[in-house]
């Protein structure tokens, strides 16, 4: 499941890992919090958040794949290329029931091997 497919259905178990595990992180949580008062490029953001954009990008690029936020890159007045990122349209709504319908659909379920391990044959 990816950006726009977030609040059309449930995250499947594995979205549902690769998002919480996305949001534990104090500074990805204060990124996303930024975002959600509109656009912002990396730049600025940096600044906001008081970061260095090298850091700032390993944290994008771990919210972009887990859907929270999309990126675009976009041309300024002066022909600068400028990426700037923006809230996905996400909803979660963590429930018992939820966390147990999600944990179903999950194809990496052994604990042992974590959340990104693939499973070996």
Not at 18 to 41: F, H, K, Q, S
Not at 58 to 81: N, P, Q, T
Request: charged fraction near 25%.
């Amino acid at each position: 499941m990816r950006k726009a497919d977030m609040t059309k259905a449930e995250p499947t178990g594995d979205d549902l890992v690769e998002m919480l595990a996305a949001l534990a992180n104090p500074l990805r949580l204060l990124i996303v919090a930024t975002l959600a008062n509109g656009r912002d490029y990396v730049s600025h953001l940096a600044r906001e958040i008081g970061v260095s954009r090298p850091l700032l990008h390993m944290h994008l690029r771990r919210l972009e794949a887990a859907g929270l936020i999309v990126g675009s890159l976009e041309l300024s007045e002066d022909g600068k290329a400028m990426k700037y990122y923006e809230v996905s349209d996400f909803s979660l709504h963590l429930t018992a029931s939820a966390l147990a319908e999600a944990a179903k659909t999950l194809t990496r379920p052994d604990p042992e091997k974590g959340p990104g391990s693939k499973e070996q044959s």
